[in-house]
């Protein structure tokens, strides 16, 4: 059993209907339907494959892109099937308006405003902001919680490995300060080494990351990914960044190796 | 001739060094009052845990005096800055120790080449230098060997290649021939002995081989901390 969001639509005029198909058709008739192609590739489903949703079974006539909101995918029906399906069969959610070229789409807004007092009237914009800001409030404070996390880990895990290669070089170190070595040569020297290990592990996760988001997208076709040239810099300049923090932590450190080392 | 203040490369005056707080209060120098002057080879020599190496840290700056007066080329060490010594450091004072402590992760070059660089020489100038000072102590064939493959007494050629390489005033070694056989140990006094007479510099040894010493212009003995006797060494010619 799977769950998707069903949305009718009226065929004759197509809007409010998959917004980009990929394979197949739109739907025609009552009895079929068009599913959104991450939910289709979770599910095995292909075109012809017949689903059963509730006592109806629906014939899959198409399917859909841009139809996937990572935790929930959307199906298209006739309006008339989705009214049946839920049992009442003159509701209607929403209207899309299609204002032509000539009229000012706010004047109309206001226009259907003072016809039909409490209902909520949207533009085009206003709509895609609401639902950007409801992505935001609600999924993208969970990624950057992850992100968070994963910047303190990452802290974290370089400044020990550039701590313990430090404590274990302990002896090198304070020969280096009896021989004159300046702070600054010191500092050069683990900044120089942490900047390689996250310039190292850039490129391991640069190589690794496409065939990994192709794993990713086989296992869980759901999560769909979009990464540019300027995403992959700045994660590299981030880590980069994140190196520099953890050699200033590790540096402390070596403030504690004392020249006097070299003779014990 | 009549030895002046300027000969003087380093002088004690009543130097006393403790550790530990009241309680728990060891006394590791007593009351030290010697001088060693340009041209000069001077040995400390002592048992384990006379001092030796405590006096050693305290001549280099490394360790502050508990009590009195200690001067390094003519100036009070209390009167350099932290970055004045690690200067004096990299330029004027070169270190052997008991274990040579050469970076196991840089080649024989490499180890001598840093010194050069601690110093302010650019690259390709402390390279050569390097490589040239490998060659007059006999190494040179090994330059781009790395310190743990190569035997004890390489290990100590190329570490007194390494305090030679900017023609320190003043050589302190720890102990230098304490991990060699006698044949190897005799050779690296024998270099550090020409280093200060034919060069008029000053050597600074701490060792507890009685051999060793007998090389010496000048040995101090020591025991707790405390400085015994201070003759001057009957010179052995170097062979």
Redesign the interface.
């Known amino acids: 059993m799977a769950s998707v969001y069903l949305a009718g639509f009226d065929p004759q005029s197509g809007m409010g209907g998959p917004p980009c198909l990929v394979k197949g058709r739109s739907v025609l008739k009552n009895d079929e339907i068009v599913l959104d192609d991450a939910f289709a590739r979770k599910y095995h489903f292909r075109l012809g494959d017949r689903i059963r949703i509730q006592d109806s079974t629906m014939k899959v006539v198409g399917i859909s892109t841009g139809t996937n909101a990572f935790v929930i995918q959307y199906a298209f029906v006739t309006l008339q099937c989705a009214q049946s399906l839920t049992g009442m069969p003159n509701m209607v959610t929403c209207y899309l308006v299609r204002v032509k070229e000539s009229r000012n789409v706010s004047r109309v807004v206001e226009e259907i405003r003072e016809e039909l007092p409490g209902v909520e009237v949207y533009d085009h914009w206003t709509f895609l902001q609401n639902n950007i800001r409801e992505m935001e409030s609600g999924f993208l404070p969970f990624v950057y919680t992850i992100a968070a996390i994963g910047v303190i880990v990452l802290t974290a895990i370089l400044s020990l490995l550039l701590s313990v290669n430090i404590l274990e070089r302990r002896?090198?170190f304070a020969?280096?300060?009896?021989?004159?070595?300046?702070?600054s040569?010191l500092s050069r020297l683990i900044i120089g080494q942490s900047l390689l290990i996250s310039f190292a592990g850039s490129m391991v996760a640069v190589v690794l990351f496409f065939p990994m988001v192709s794993v990713i997208e086989f296992l869980s076709p759901e999560i769909s990914t979009k990464s540019s040239l300027e995403q992959i810099a700045s994660v590299v300049l981030t880590v980069g960044t994140l190196s520099l923090i953890s050699s200033f932590i590790s540096m402390q450190r070596l403030r504690r190796i004392?020249?006097?080392e070299?003779?014990s | 001739m009549k030895e002046s203040e300027t000969d003087k490369i380093v002088r004690l005056d009543n130097v006393t060094k403790t550790f530990g707080s009241n309680g728990h209060r060891t006394v590791a120098l007593r009351n030290a009052s010697f001088h060693v002057s340009r041209g000069e080879l001077l040995v400390l020599l002592g048992p384990s845990g006379s001092g030796k190496?405590t006096l050693?840290?305290l001549i280099?700056g490394?360790?502050e005096p508990t009590s009195g007066k200690i001067s390094l080329f003519g100036r009070s060490i209390g009167h350099y800055t932290s970055k004045e010594l690690?200067?004096?450091?990299?330029?004027r004072?070169g270190?052997v120790?008991q274990t040579f402590?050469l970076?196991?992760?840089l080649t024989a070059q490499e180890n001598v080449t840093?010194?050069l660089r601690?110093?302010g020489k650019a690259r390709t100038e402390a390279q050569r230098r390097a490589h040239e000072l490998l060659r007059q102590f006999q190494v040179a064939h090994l330059a781009e060997k790395f310190p743990p493959t190569l035997s004890q007494g390489e290990k100590q050629r190329v570490a007194v290649a390494?305090a030679f390489a900017n023609g320190p005033d003043l050589i302190i070694a720890?102990e230098p021939t304490g991990s060699l056989e006698s044949k190897q140990g005799l050779e690296i006094m024998q270099l550090l002995q020409q280093y200060a007479r034919d060069l008029n510099k000053c050597v600074v040894i701490a060792t507890h081989d009685l051999r060793i010493a007998e090389l010496a212009h000048r040995i101090i003995r020591m025991e707790d901390g405390v400085l015994l006797q201070n003759t001057a060494s009957t010179i052995r010619p170097v062979i």
């Open positions: 002896k090198d020969v280096l300060k009896t021989l004159g070595s300046s702070r040569f004392y020249p006097l070299a003779f | 190496t050693l840290t280099a490394l360790l690690q200067q004096l450091r990299a330029r004072i270190f120790f402590l970076i196991d992760s840093l010194v601690f110093a390494r720890d």
